[in-house]
Nanobody
């Protein structure tokens, strides 16, 4: 139900914009527009880490310290889509990026609180 896109290979200092589209209007009866969303990432051999999260209406966001000031999460509820704008990319940002939906309105950095996950999109930043 969640499909990420926009990953790819970019040089350090470059930018990418990830998109995550929710197919269908609801998550087990809960609409996209009433669900908090998050982005997480997982590098090879490491655990899945929090990147950014946004509440149901886009009014509140939170970021991992490692991406603050460089990444921006946003959403378009009319399009059932959440975005992650990534600027000033660094090699350490290389990972598979996952979006996730939370069956609550308010955001969380805890991946265990999310109920639906996309398949992931690879981001590779070369030095």
């Amino acid at each position: 139900q969640l499909v990420e896109s926009g990953g790819g290979l970019v040089q350090a200092g470059g930018s990418l914009r990830l998109s995550c589209a929710a197919s269908g209007r609801t998550f087990s009866g809960r609409t996209f527009s009433s669900s908090a969303m998050g982005w997480f990432r997982q590098a090879p051999g490491k655990e899945r880490d929090f990147v950014a999260t946004i509440n149901y209406n886009g009014g509140s966001t939170d970021y991992a310290d490692s991406v603050k000031g460089r990444f921006t999460i946003s959403r378009d509820n009319a399009k059932n889509t959440v975005y992650l704008q990534m600027n000033s990319l660094k090699p350490e940002d290389t990972a598979v990026y996952y979006c996730a939906a939370k069956m609550r309105s308010y955001y969380s950095a805890n991946p265990s609180t999310y109920d639906y996950w996309g398949q992931g999109t690879q981001v590779t930043v070369s030095s």
